[in-house]
T-cell receptor, first 111, second 113 residues
């Protein structure tokens, strides 16, 4: 399988804490993307990191990429109740740029 | 700005009935278009993608078909629905370049009875 696999499957933290989600993949990639999905809705693109980048920031989001370990992490700092959602990593394969989806991490922020 | 419309939001259909889900994109030209299915609590399974009018690639053998009659219109169809076709269907578009993100519609929840 060439899936992106997120870890943990579920994460529950207090509002204000930081949330870290990890992603592993199995093949050579062109880039890796992170998406958020609120319950029953479509996915929203959060951030894209290219294979030659190691770290990228966007607001309270920080993404790292380690191509030697075929892994990525998404850090959400100072979490808010509105961050409650499922988060998916989607590696884009080098060969055809298709996105490979894992099952996601379900994040719950407790007020 | 670009927008994507997908309808209907929910659909309940009997086994053996036909299906037509429509997706349209506004504000961009010649997008790549995608149909995904998502099972409950799972990731996305790519069903079809299209890089141009009349150009459809199928990722998995199945009971469904797709068509792109116009540049910004993508239709998912079935002649006879199966119970296993139940799920959450998502349409998405992206730019042509390899490193462009995908933008999703709000999905259609399809229940087969």
């Amino acid at each position: 399988s060439q899936q992106g696999e997120e870890d943990p499957q579920a994460l529950s933290i207090q509002e204000g804490e930081n949330a870290t989600m990890n992603c592993s993949y199995k093949t050579s990639i062109n880039n890796l993307q992170w998406y958020r999905q609120n319950s029953g809705r479509g996915l929203v693109h959060l951030i894209l990191i290219r294979s030659n980048e190691r770290e990228k920031h966007s607001g309270r989001l920080r993404v790292t990429l380690d191509t030697s370990k075929k892994s990525s992490s998404l850090l959400i700092t100072a979490s808010r109740a509105a961050d409650t959602a499922s988060y998916f990593c989607a590696p884009s394969m080098d060969s055809n740029y298709q996105l490979i989806w894992g099952a996601g991490t379900k994040l719950i922020i407790k007020p | 700005s670009q927008t994507i419309h997908q309808w209907p939001a929910t659909l309940v259909q009997p086994v053996g009935s036909p299906l037509s889900l429509e997706c349209t994109v506004e504000g961009t030209s010649n997008p790549n278009l995608y149909w995904y299915r998502q099972a409950a609590g799972r990731g996305l399974q790519l069903l079809f993608y299209s890089v141009g009018i009349g150009q459809i690639s199928s990722e998995v053998p199945q009971n469904l078909s797709a068509s792109r009659p116009q540049d910004r219109q993508f239709i998912l169809s079935s002649k006879k629905l199966l119970l296993s076709d139940s799920g959450f269907y998502l349409c998405a578009w992206s730019g042509l370049q390899a490193d462009r993100p995908q933008h999703f519609g709000d999905g259609t929840r399809l229940s087969i009875l």
